[in-house]
């Protein structure tokens, strides 16, 4: 399993000293100022977004997956990304077992006065929750609705697949969640509470053939089954919507929707051929970190052998306007 660091510039992260806890971490998320469109496509405006790295065993679990989280928020919803680099492509529906032991991630939310409590989405109505639809077959690419209920919240998403790996993008409306005693949040109530908006990731991984347990790597909350985030909160993280920090990308968000650009060969060693009319190619690491950007491009076959091994993101433009984007491995 590769250990990447993410690139951390317009995210502000700090250490939250709150009661019973030694320190926390808190990402501070930036304002949309235009609804994205919940597609599961890493769109341009996401660019805008630094990753967070979710890479944190549960316990003593052994996950192959590399991944990474980002988040935006407006005043109905919190909008939550999340990349994940796998190995194995193994969910529920292929299976046909329980869907939290396989393939998926799962997001939780603590929105009470004081976080550590010693509670988790387990507990119904304690203002904590989790939002964990998980992969239905036949469902990628498609947009999906759920219904919030006393542990988890309402909201769309939608997820696409890139081989092994996955995008799984979600939007949480903040009214479909209300604290331990019953209030309902909105804009100004989950923006000034008084620890921040308790928070977490955990991916879950399975791998056909190799594992027979559900392997884990969370953000934060990965002491083990006693104390995970399902159960208690309390090790988790947690996320601030910013006052200060924007996103205008209204023209970005409505662009030429992401598509998948022909690469070949793939894996590749030195030179790479792209199948599409281009004249500007943006590379990036999976997690986000820009590497190169080749400008007045006139033809389709590029060098690419000055690249260290590892996975990398390609972004095809023509001028300015975004063609799509490929995933591409460097031997």
């Avoid at 304690?126 to 006393?150: K, R, V």
């Avoid at 260290?308 to 993101?313: E, L, P, Q, T």
Wanted: proline share 5%; charged share 20%; glycine share 8%.
């Amino acid at each position: 399993m590769k250990h990447l660091t993410p690139k951390i510039v317009a995210v502000a992260l700090f250490w939250l000293e709150l009661p019973g806890l030694n320190a926390q971490i808190n990402v501070d998320i930036r304002e949309l100022t235009c609804p994205p469109e919940i597609d599961g496509v890493e769109e341009r405006f996401w660019d805008e977004v630094d990753p967070v790295q979710i890479g944190m065993p549960e316990g003593t679990e052994q996950p192959t997956v590399t991944a990474y989280w980002k988040a935006v928020y407006d005043y109905e919803y919190i909008y939550v990304l999340i990349n994940v680099e796998d190995d194995n492509h193994y969910p529920a529906w292929v299976s046909e077992g329980n869907s939290w032991e396989y393939d998926k991630p799962e997001i939780y939310f603590d929105v009470n006065d004081t976080l550590v409590d010693g509670l988790g989405p387990s507990t119904l109505f304690s203002g904590h929750y989790q939002f964990a639809p998980g992969f239905e077959m036949g469902g990628y690419g498609d947009l999906h609705t759920a219904a919030g209920t006393g542990n988890s919240p309402g909201g769309t998403y939608a997820y696409v697949l890139q081989g092994e790996s996955y995008v799984y993008e979600q939007s949480i409306t903040i009214s479909s969640m209300s604290n331990k005693n019953g209030v309902a949040m909105e804009y100004w109530t989950i923006t000034y509470l008084p620890e921040n908006i308790g928070f977490d990731v955990t991916i879950v991984d399975q791998d056909e053939g190799i594992t027979t347990s559900r392997q884990r790597m969370v953000w934060q909350s990965g002491d083990g089954l006693e104390n995970e985030a399902w159960n208690s909160m309390d090790a988790c993280g947690t996320i601030a919507l910013s006052q200060y920090y924007y996103i205008h990308s209204c023209n970005r968000i409505n662009e030429i929707k992401t598509v998948n650009v022909a690469v070949h060969p793939n894996p590749v060693s030195d030179f790479l051929t792209i199948d599409a009319d281009f004249d500007r190619v943006v590379i990036h690491t999976i997690l986000g970190q820009n590497v190169s950007t080749m400008n007045q491009i006139r033809t389709n076959k590029l060098d690419v052998g000055y690249l260290s091994k590892g996975v990398y993101i390609l972004k095809v433009y023509k001028g300015e306007r975004y063609i799509g984007a490929a995933r591409i491995m460097k031997n």
